[in-house]
């Protein structure tokens, strides 16, 4: 029979696709495995100040590759940053990158994005607003080990992990399985999904943090997704998140995780 630890654990990971466990940070390189999409996708914020439905609106703008993108706008702001949940301001819009511009359009009218800055236009070519890229970051990103906490990994090594891999930059790869077994804890792990444009669904950075090897709760690139189970955030094939406030690919993102043994 194994042995399982029952204690709170603070299990910070960091990870490129795949769990880890806490430590000092190593050094945050950007992969390079960007385009010339990437400076577009992400999320935008601003007001809308000639309108019907004057007020905030939040954008999120997802590339799908080969200078295609959709976007998708947030009544209110973006989630978990102002949005209700309920009503999106703007449905699905489509768009294309042209050099430094990329443009998107919808029943709406046209937006259109360059050096940051979204403008927004009418069907009728009138001017409703310019919101700006912004970039946000989870509260515990870096966060520092409780007193007692188990520490699993620090950047330097992976010698608490079975069949656990370093990549060249110091971050433990996803596809291992720590040692150490545990019942009831906490763990805190940090996360970055890479950025695969041209893949869908699952294809898309698919990997996840499995508590005592049952229960997985998802990582993959669910940015400006409805939030699924088997997507960021959600027990797998158990329960939906319930709110998607995955970041865009590439970004470092953080799970805060209460486990209780059954």
């Not at 999409?37 to 590759?65: H, M, N, P, S």
Request: include cysteine; glycine fraction near 12%.
């Amino acid at each position: 029979m194994k042995q399982f630890l029952n204690s709170t654990v603070l299990i910070a990971l960091l990870v490129i696709t795949g769990p880890s466990t806490w430590a000092a940070a190593p050094a945050r390189s950007q992969q390079e495995t960007t385009d010339e999409d990437f400076a577009f996708q992400g999320e935008y914020v601003g007001e809308l100040t000639a309108a019907e439905d004057v007020g905030k609106l939040g954008v999120q703008v997802i590339a799908l590759g080969k200078g295609k993108f959709k976007a998708i706008g947030y009544h209110g702001g973006l989630p978990g940053d102002g949005w209700n949940g309920e009503q999106l301001m703007r449905p699905e819009s489509t768009g294309e990158r042209s050099g430094d511009t990329m443009t998107l359009t919808d029943q709406f009218g046209t937006v259109t994005i360059k050096d940051g800055e979204m403008a927004i236009m009418s069907s009728d070519g009138i001017p409703l607003g310019t919101l700006k890229k912004v970039t946000r970051e989870s509260p515990t990103l870096n966060k520092s080990p409780e007193q007692g906490a188990i520490v699993l990994f620090d950047g330097k090594n992976a010698d608490q992990w079975e069949n656990g891999k370093l990549s060249e930059d110091g971050l433990l790869l996803p596809g291992t399985t720590s040692k150490r077994k545990f019942g009831s804890h906490q763990l805190h792990i940090e996360f970055r999904i890479p950025f695969q444009p041209e893949q869908s669904g699952q294809g898309r950075g698919n990997s996840g943090v499995y508590l005592q090897g049952r229960y997985e709760v998802q990582m993959l690139d669910s940015f400006g997704l409805e939030g699924k189970d088997n997507e960021c955030g959600g027990l797998y094939s158990v329960k939906a998140c319930d709110l998607n406030m995955c970041f865009p690919p590439m970004s470092w993102q953080t799970y805060d995780i209460e486990f209780t043994a059954a």
